[in-house]
Structures are given as C-alpha cells and as structure tokens.
C-alpha cells in the first residue's frame, strides 16, 4: 500500500483513539470526583498510550491496542448497565455503547493488521526471493480480506475465485 494510505489510515486511528478516551473519561467522570485527586494521575497513562501510538514510538502500537481494549470494556460495561435501566434513553445509550465497543475492537484488528503492522514499524517486505519463482504473468498481490500474499494471473482472475487463506472472494 502506498504510504499516504498508511498516514491517513494511522491519522484515522489517532482520532478515533482519542475520541474514545474522551468519551471514557467522560463516562468515568463521576467516579473520578468520587476519589481523592492523586487518584485522577489514573489518567496519565491513557494520554501517554495515545501519544506513543501518534508518534509511532517503539511498541506505541502495543499501548495503543491496550488503551482501545479497556476503552471497548469501559464502553461495553457501562452500555450492559444502561441497558438494564427502564428509562428508554437509557436503553438508547446502552445500545450505542455497545455498537461503540464493537467498533473501538474492530480497530484493534486494523492494527494488528500485518500490513499495518509493518509500515508502522518501518519493515519493508522482502518480495525478492517470491519475485523469482513467478511464472510468466503472475503479479504479487494481497487478499482483500486476509492480506495472504498471493502470485495470480490478473487476465484470469474470476468473481469466483477464493482465497485459499481464508475463503473469501479474491475479486469484489
């Protein structure tokens, strides 16, 4: 993927991330009043996670999937209260919760994506050894679904032809 695609996609992360985090204050807020104020330095480290995962600094990538989990457990948490409530919206906010939880998780796999992964840490894929051993016609391509390396012939590739990785359609 080009480079550009990879900065807006981390850029998109980065913002995601933090709207979270603030929606998870805001929702732990109350609580936080409840505690003596050195107890609120509990939010330093959130803001450290986010920071690192800006910067790509070394396993900033790791924190971030950190912060996103306990943010997605924070949210499904708090939207399985909701939901208990009778108030209908209560039983709205709980719902929404929970389709947010849903996505901050569904960020999590875009980063541990191993294309994501490896622009994030500044690997470049060795495609030498594989360019060798193609046949006339065959390009490197990647799965839409799974990322798998793949060799295909382009002219012959069909709506009907699947992944042998993980099944899905090679064509949209």
């Known amino acids: 993927m080009s480079n550009k695609v990879m900065e807006s996609l981390h850029k998109h992360l980065y913002r995601f991330m933090t709207v979270d985090l603030v929606l998870g204050i805001f929702i732990i807020s109350p609580l936080l009043v409840t ?3 050195y107890f609120n330095l509990i939010l330093l480290p959130p803001i450290f996670m986010v920071v690192s ?15 996103l989990l ?8 708090v939207g ?3 939901l208990s409530r009778e108030e209908t919206m209560s039983i709205i906010q709980g719902i929404l919760l929970l389709l947010l939880s849903a996505s901050t998780i ?8 191993t294309v994501y992964k490896n622009w994030y840490n500044d690997i470049k894929e060795n495609t030498g050894l594989f360019e060798k051993q193609l046949v006339v016609d065959e390009v490197l391509a990647t799965c839409p679904s799974c990322s798998t390396l793949l060799a295909v012939i382009p002219s012959k590739l069909s709506e009907d032809d699947k992944c042998p990785n993980c099944g899905e359609n090679l064509v949209n």
């Open 106 to 113: 569904r960020r999590i796999r875009t980063i541990r994506n």
């Open 70 to 77: 306990i943010l997605s457990l924070i949210f499904l948490l």
């Open 35 to 37: 505690l003596p104020i």
């Open 80 to 82: 399985l209260q909701d």
């Open 53 to 67: 995962f800006k910067n790509k600094r070394k396993n900033g990538d790791i924190l971030g999937m950190i912060l």
